[in-house]
């Protein structure tokens, strides 16, 4: 179900204590509400309501209040939260719309201090704010492991087409062995025939016949063994073979490995320590940042006339001291029995936003460098366990010799035994010899031959029809790999592609929208804004990053490329918001977020921002706009207003 069919109705809002606002009911229907009013009426405080209700963090108490709550009733549902404050911090409590709100407070709440709107309004790395909520690091991990699978398939199949072209071979030797031994039956029945006539002429039943039998028996089961032990012998001294080629394959990979000394590897984790530590205190220096300036607005426009509150989080003491200047150790206030003006308070705050945008890059570049290191730790873990796994098989090799050595020494004295048995029994066949059995004596000699040979020939026949069977099992159960192997290259292709597609896609929505809504609002003079998306580095370390074009036009139709610090206010807001409606429609926030919230529109005219209102309205089910009067007067009279929260 599409949210479309599940937002169809209004939805209630039941707020407490939050921000500004003492108790507030609010139904929002579908399409366009606009929140209108003076400064000082709690429209921000109600958009941040909403936030709450969706699961964001970004919202704080009333000034003189320890517990808030916010209640959203959607049809038969309610999801309510509640807040308490607990020393310096505020928890949450309840159960919110969204699992995860990250995407959506970067993307569709769009207050002055969104990072996406700030970003693109700033010129900050664009490309770091769109890729925030995607887990590059997973994917590159998936990356990795469908590589490896591959690359196991890429082996079997290599191995089952090297054994395939060995078949003809194999099939050619089984019919010439299967003729060989037809052969020799066949010479043995002629022979076992001459036997028993050359049998009936001699007398029956004498005692060196029997024992002369016996013994011929047991000389064919001792040649018979003998054999056997030969081609032991044979199959183990090729194995050993096998295992020092192997061996010798090994070690020339393990010479090719560096030996890395853990000293490089205690620096490298100790950079990434230092840089998780410095990402750290920066996302806490940004969150203190981003309360203290939500909180002073929120007070700004509630006309709630309390101290400016301590940063505490910038370096060589508070934000707030930094901002004042370094001769001036009063606090700002808002009132303190002494005149302030408002827009010396307004100011304040704008320089707290260029602190907290410095910091925003800071972190941006730490990350960065963060990721360059676990990667580097990554490829050096693996190669180290490349190392360790190849030298683990090394000495299994080196166990496997000494154990097949010695059953080669220990099969070798057993031939050298059953030599010497086999020669002490053809001994004792010849001294039976005797003129009535010389001719019987070297029929049966042949036909022992024979039967030996006849068993040698089978035992032959039954491997090579063994090894035959397994390569044709192999080769049938190819297709079935290669039909994996082509699943995994699709699979391997869309994570390769994942962060070039979200990329390519944010780039060309961006571009889309920009064009559309320059020509809905018609900014003088301004040619085109568009970003472009520049590859950087070799194949091995490629990064893209985002560079924001500005085109102008002379009064005489010149074109020139200009940079977004002569952007007048208004046109950096659009394309702060344009760009987060990028991300929006990228991250398919239209599909799992109800709500759009658009505040701090002032710096743009009316009648644009009524154009900016309806164009938005296109993408969300809800969306929710702060104006003033004057502002909203432009809009379209269908849209709803709330006038009182």
């Known amino acids: 179900m599409s ?62 209040a320890d517990r808030g709550r916010v209640e959203l009733t959607l049809g038969d549902t309610t999801y309510e939260r509640t807040l308490e404050r607990v020393g310096d911090g505020i928890t949450f409590e309840g159960d919110a719309y969204l699992d995860d709100p990250e995407v959506a407070d970067l993307f569709a709440f769009l207050l002055e201090t969104n990072d996406a709107r700030q970003a693109a309004a700033r010129d900050a790395q664009l490309r770091d704010v769109i ?39 194999l099939e050619r030797r089984r019919n010439t062995l299967r003729e060989k031994i037809e052969d020799k039956r066949e010479e043995l029945a002629d022979l076992e025939e001459e036997i028993d006539d050359s049998s009936r002429d001699v007398e029956q039943g004498r005692k ?16 018979s063994e003998l054999e056997s032990v030969r081609r032991k012998i044979e199959r183990q001294e090729d194995s050993v073979s096998s295992l020092k080629r192997e061996r010798s394959e090994l070690e020339e990979d393990l010479a090719e490995l560096p030996e890395t000394p853990m000293g490089d590897h205690r620096d490298l984790e100790a950079e990434i320590d230092r840089l998780r530590s410095t990402r750290q205190d920066l996302n806490s220096e940004i969150n203190e940042l981003r309360s203290l300036i939500q909180y002073n607005e929120e007070r700004l426009e509630a006309e709630d006339y309390e101290l400016l509150q301590d940063g505490g989080a910038a370096e060589g003491g508070s934000v707030t001291d930094q901002l004042v200047g370094e001769d001036d150790e009063t606090v700002v206030c808002w009132t303190c029995g002494s005149s302030v003006d408002r ?72 031939r050298e035994s059953l ?20 001719e019987i004596l070297s029929l049966h000699k042949e036909a022992n031959q024979l039967e030996f040979e006849i068993d040698s020939l089978e035992s032959d026949l039954e491997e090579v029809t063994d090894e035959i069977e397994s390569i044709e099992a192999d080769v049938e159960r190819a297709d079935n790999l290669r039909e994996k192997r082509s699943e995994l290259v699709e699979k391997l292709t869309d994570q390769r592609t994942k962060i070039d597609q979200i990329e390519g896609e944010a780039v060309e929505s961006f571009n ?79 599909e799992t977020v109800p709500f759009m919230l658009l505040d701090s529109l002032e710096a743009i005219d009316s009648d644009r921002i009524a154009a900016l209102v309806e164009y938005f309205a296109d993408y969300a089910d809800y969306l929710v706009v702060a104006l003033l009067p004057e502002d909203a007067q432009a809009l379209d009279d269908d849209f709803t207003r709330v006038t009182s929260i």
């Open 3 to 64: 949210i479309s069919e599940q937002w169809k109705d209004s939805v209630s809002f039941s707020v407490e204590n939050i921000g500004g606002i003492d108790q507030t009911e609010v139904d929002i229907p579908p399409d366009v509400t606009v929140l209108t009013g003076k400064n000082a009426t709690n429209r921000t405080s109600f958009l941040r309501a909403i936030m709450c209700a969706m699961g964001s963090d970004r919202v704080s108490l009333k000034g003189d």
């Open 131 to 169: 890729m925030r909520p995607v887990d590059v690091e997973a994917i590159r991990s998936e990356i990795r492991r469908l590589e490896d699978e591959k690359g196991d398939i890429n082996d079997e199949l290599a191995r089952i087409e090297s054994e395939k072209r060995e078949l003809p071979d």
């Open 208 to 223: 060196e016949q029997a024992e002369l039998e016996d013994k011929l028996q047991e000389l064919r089961d001792t040649r």
């Open 343 to 414: 827009e010396q308070i307004e100011s304040t705050i704008d320089r707290l936003k260029d602190l907290r945008s410095e910091k925003v890059e800071q972190l941006n570049t730490v990350k960065s460098d963060l990721e360059s290191r676990k990667e580097e730790q990554r490829e050096v873990n693996q190669k180290q366990r490349r190392r360790t796994e190849i030298e683990r098989k090394i000495d299994d090799i080196e166990d496997e010799l000494d154990r097949r050595n010695e059953q080669i020494d220990a099969l070798k004295d057993t």
């Open 419 to 438: 030599t010497e048995e086999v020669e002490a029994l053809e001994s004792e066949v010849e001294s039976l010899e005797s003129a009535d059995f010389k």
């Open 512 to 590: 889309e929208h920009m064009e559309s809504i320059l020509d809905l609002l018609g900014y003088e003079n301004i040619e085109r804004i568009w970003i472009e998306r520049i590859e950087e580095g070799d194949a091995s370390g490629a990064q893209t990053r985002f560079e924001l074009h500005i085109v102008r036009t002379t009064d005489n139709g010149a074109a020139y490329e200009d940079t977004i610090d002569h952007l007048s206010e208004s046109e950096r807001e659009v394309t702060g918001l344009i760009f987060a409606l990028a991300g929006y429609l990228v991250h398919d926030l239209h």
